[in-house]
Each structure stands twice: as C-alpha cells, then as structure tokens.
Antibody, heavy 117, light 110 residues
Framework: EVQLVESGGDLVQPGGSLRLSCAAS????????MNWVRQAPGKGLEWVAN????????DYVDSVKGRFTISRDNAMNSLFLQMNSLRAEDTAVYYC??????????WGQGTLVTVSS | QSVLTQPPSVSAAPGQRVTIWCSGS????????VSWYQQLPGTAPKLLIY???KRPSGIPDRISGSKSGTSATLGITGLQTGDEADYYC???????????FGTGTQVTVL
C-alpha cells in the first residue's frame, strides 16, 4: 500500500524558515516524480514544486522561486521542501504527492504551515 | 491565479448526472492530458481521472472524463450524497512550466 506521510509543519514568523519532509513507503520511491501541493485555508489547490526521479530536474510555481527548494533522498525514501523567507501567504496545508502520467495519483494527509507573528 | 477555469458550483438531485467543465488554452489542456481530483471536506485530494479519461483502480465507472481541444469535462452519473465535495481539474502548462489546478467546483446534492 502506498503511504506518504508529511511532517515538519509548524508556526513560524514571517521571514523564517521551515523544512518539510515526506516519508514514502509501499512503492519504489526512486521510480517516481514527486510533488508538493499546498492549500491555503478556504482556498483551492496550488501546485508548488516537483522533482524528477533522480533529482536532476525541478520546477517551481513562480511565487516560491528563489525561496523554496525541493529535494529528495532516494536511499531514505524521503522528499523534502526547504522553505525560506516565509510570508503570510505561504500559510497552507502542504501535501506531498506521487506523480504519474501528468497527474498526482497518491497523496499524503498534509502538514500545516502557519506563517504569523 | 489559475489558467484553468471551472464553474464555482453545480448541483443536482440524487441519482441524476452532473458535468463539470474545465477551460484552458493551447499551452495546457491543448497540449497535455487532464486529470481530475475529488476533495471531500477536511481530507486530502483523491485522483478520479488521469490521461483525460482513465480511472484509477477503485474509481467506479459512473465517473467519466473527456477532453476536446482546450476544454475537458468530468461527468458523474447516479449522484450520491457522498459525492458532495470539491472537484478540481489539473494539467501541466508547457509555456509557464507550471502544473495548474483548476479554480475548483463545489458539487451539491439537492
């Protein structure tokens, strides 16, 4: 059974940093693109970033470019999102998701990031 | 804001059919396959349709998807109270190098 478990969400002050993790199990992690998707309170889904199977390609939504970095450790079956220079508008539930054929086929339960002073 | 537009809400009686459209452009829906997601209140999204019209294992055949040109459609027949949720289309945009979700549609069972 595919399992994705996010962690690392917290309350952080504007300008601060946070690192999210996603632990994967039940599948060959190194064979899949992975994604981060977020959802601000009461709002729709917003894709944040993705990373190729071997980590050689990464893409980001414009609003996080230069501030967020996606990475992965295939030996540890883990996905990460390093978030720097956090802003109030980054407040959201962050989901990790396994990519497949231009879709996100499996999702974690999400972790809440709150940016507030 | 999203490059994919959906109606804010649709509704129908139990047992009836609803369709949700998703409008994009040549650089996204026109060039890439579309997926659809269901999000029940307080839960993570769930994939319903990928590659325009394919259903993952476990998704019933009363759920269907189609694509034509720069638009896509999700259909749900035999509507049930458990179908009350938010629905999102999604696809990659090759010009913007961004994966977009649609604006979302709330389905209400009357």
């Amino acid at each position: 059974e595919v399992q994705l478990v996010e962690s690392g969400g917290d309350l952080v002050q504007p300008g601060g940093s946070l690192r999210l993790s996603c632990a994967a199990s039940g599948f060959t992690f190194s064979a899949y693109w992975m994604n981060w998707v977020r959802q601000a309170p009461g709002k729709g889904l917003e894709w944040v970033a993705n990373i190729k199977e071997d980590g050689s390609e990464k893409d980001y939504v414009d609003s996080v470019k230069g501030r967020f970095t996606i990475s992965r450790d295939n030996a540890m079956n883990s996905l990460f999102l390093q978030m720097n220079s956090l802003r109030a508008e980054d407040t959201a539930v962050y989901y990790c998701g396994r990519g497949y054929s231009n879709s996100i086929e499996s999702w974690g339960q999400g972790t809440l990031v709150t940016v507030s002073s | 804001q999203s490059v994919l537009t959906q109606p804010p809400s649709v509704s129908a009686a139990p047992g009836q059919r609803v369709t949700i459209w998703c409008s994009g452009s040549t650089s996204n829906i026109g060039d890439y396959s579309v997926s659809w997601y269901q999000q029940l209140p307080g839960t993570a999204p769930k994939l319903l349709i990928y590659d325009n019209n394919k259903r993952p294992s476990g998704i019933p055949d009363r759920i269907s998807g189609s694509k034509s040109g720069t638009s896509a459609t999700l259909g749900i027949t035999g509507l049930q109270t458990g179908d009350e949720a938010d629905y999102y289309c999604a696809t990659w945009d090759g010009s913007l190098r961004t994966y977009f979700f649609g604006t979302g549609t709330q389905v209400t069972v009357l």
